[in-house]
């Protein structure tokens, strides 16, 4: 039985051949497994998955959150829809981000699965969290090492006027319960994370919902997180990964930042995605 082939990708990520997702083996899971918890991404291609068969392999990583955000699929309540009408202007996921930091337990990650694709465009890039930290310069790591931030998710999701959804039109019918979002409490996570799956450091803080550090003002903040999300937006620890029918990608996000490209005006995106939970961070 042959096990699945992983290729390492410059920037961040690995691409993974070789296997169906319909069948994996136990010893062919423990290479995706760690590929996944190494690089922090991984890309499938070719792959056949039901909705059914999606939820399976996801299941396979621990228990699926049911978004309380995204418009879910009609007939899976597990699968969260990521689409763009032609119709749209904004998509979902549009800027650097990483998903569920404004969670206690943040989620481990999330498996996104191709339905519908434009003729061009809707690429997703992915960034290494993981070398992010490791490139800080020296002092910046002594500053940063302690600290701990704040995360919300408020300002995107919530029904105030300004919130990112209700602002743009990504959220038209595909995002809700903005009620919910208004009564989520601020959480608290600390900047470099030790990764609970690899051990490794990670600096843990994003543009979409890191609003300050603990202690501080968003004001006082600004010019520390600035600096490190400037530091996050080289492009020495990217990957961009275009997607072709069949294409899956699982990130962690913990170790990643994504953002979905939003270059194909007048055409549709439809995606699938199941969020698996995760655990405090520490
Ligand atoms: C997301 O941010 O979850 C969506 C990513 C994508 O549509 O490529």
Redesign the pocket.
């Known amino acids: 039985m042959s096990l699945p082939n992983v290729i390492p990708l410059s920037g961040v990520g690995a691409e993974i051949s070789g296997v169906d997702l319909r069948h994996v083996s136990d010893q062919g899971f423990d290479v995706i497994a760690e590929a996944f918890a190494q690089h922090g991404v991984v890309f499938f291609r070719d792959q056949d998955l039901t909705e059914a068969d999606h939820i399976t392999f996801a299941e396979r990583w621990g228990e699926i959150n049911i978004n309380r955000f995204f418009a879910a699929h009609p007939d899976h309540a597990e699968i969260a829809l990521?689409a763009k009408e032609p119709d749209q202007t904004d998509?979902?996921?549009g800027g650097w981000?990483t998903?569920h930091s404004y969670d206690l337990e943040p989620a481990l990650g999330?498996v996104?699965v191709a339905r519908e694709l434009p003729e061009t465009g809707?690429d997703?890039i992915f960034a290494s969290m993981y070398a992010a930290y490791e490139t800080l310069p020296d002092d910046l790591k002594t500053r940063i090492a302690d600290l701990r931030a704040v995360h919300s998710g408020r300002h995107i999701f919530g029904a105030g006027d300004d919130t990112y959804y209700q602002k743009s039109d990504a959220g038209q019918g595909r995002i809700g319960n903005a009620e919910v979002a208004d009564q989520l409490q601020d959480v608290v996570h600390p900047v470099v994370i030790t990764h609970p799956l690899s051990g490794k450091k990670a600096l843990y803080v994003n543009p979409a919902f890191t609003i300050r550090f603990e202690g501080q003002t968003r004001e006082e903040s600004h010019p520390l997180l600035s600096q490190l999300f400037a530091h996050c937006y080289s492009g020495d620890f990217h990957h961009r990964f275009s997607?072709t029918p069949g294409s899956v990608?699982m990130w962690d996000n913990r170790s990643t930042w994504?953002?979905?490209l939003n270059d194909y005006h007048g055409q549709r995106?439809i995606?699938h995605?199941i969020t698996i939970e995760g655990c405090a961070l520490g």
């Open positions: 990521v998509n979902i996921g981000h998903d999330s996104l809707g997703t997607w990608a994504h953002w979905a995106r995606m995605r």
